[in-house]
C-alpha cells in the first residue's frame, strides 16, 4: 500500500501564498501521475493540477498562472506552490498519486490510486 502524506496548509491573507508538499511512502511501487485535487464546503472535489511523471502539467482554469505543481520522482514528491491565493481557493487539499506496486504475494505489479488525508487551507479576505 502507498500512503500519502500532505504538509503546508493553514491559514494566509488574501494575496498571499502557500506552499503544499505530499510524500509517497511503502515498498515496491512507481508513481505515474500525482496530483492535487481539493473540496470546498459543500461542493465536489475538483481537480487542482496534476503532474506526470515526465513533468507535463495540468491547471484548472480559477488557478492557472498562480499554481505550480512540480515534483521529485526520487523522493517520491510533489509540491504545490500556491500564489495569489483568493479567497474562493479556501478549502481542503488533497494529493493524489497513481501508479504500480508489486503484489508481494506473486511479485506482479498492479495498479494503485491513493489518496492523502488532506490538508486545509484558509484564504481570508
Known amino acids: 500500500q502507498v500512503q500519502l502524506s500532505e504538509s503546508g496548509g493553514g491559514l494566509v491573507q488574501f494575496g498571499g501564498s502557500l506552499r503544499l508538499s505530499c510524500a509517497a511512502s511503502g515498498s515496491h511501487f512507481s508513481i505515474n501521475d500525482m496530483g492535487w485535487y481539493r473540496q470546498a464546503p459543500g461542493k465536489q472535489r475538483e481537480l487542482v493540477a496534476t503532474?506526470?511523471?515526465?513533468?507535463?502539467?495540468n491547471y484548472a482554469d480559477s488557478v492557472k498562472g498562480r499554481f505550480t505543481a512540480s515534483r521529485d520522482n526520487a523522493k517520491n514528491t510533489v509540491w504545490l506552490q500556491m500564489n495569489s491565493l483568493k479567497p474562493e481557493d479556501t478549502a481542503v487539499y488533497f494529493c493524489?498519486?497513481?501508479?504500480?506496486?508489486?503484489?508481494?504475494?506473486?511479485?506482479?505489479?498492479?495498479?494503485?490510486?491513493?489518496w492523502g488525508q488532506g490538508t486545509q487551507v484558509t484564504v481570508s479576505s
Open positions: 503532474i506526470t511523471r515526465g513533468g507535463s502539467t
Open positions: 493524489n498519486a497513481e501508479g504500480h506496486i508489486m503484489d508481494v504475494r506473486n511479485t506482479k505489479f498492479v495498479p494503485f490510486n491513493s
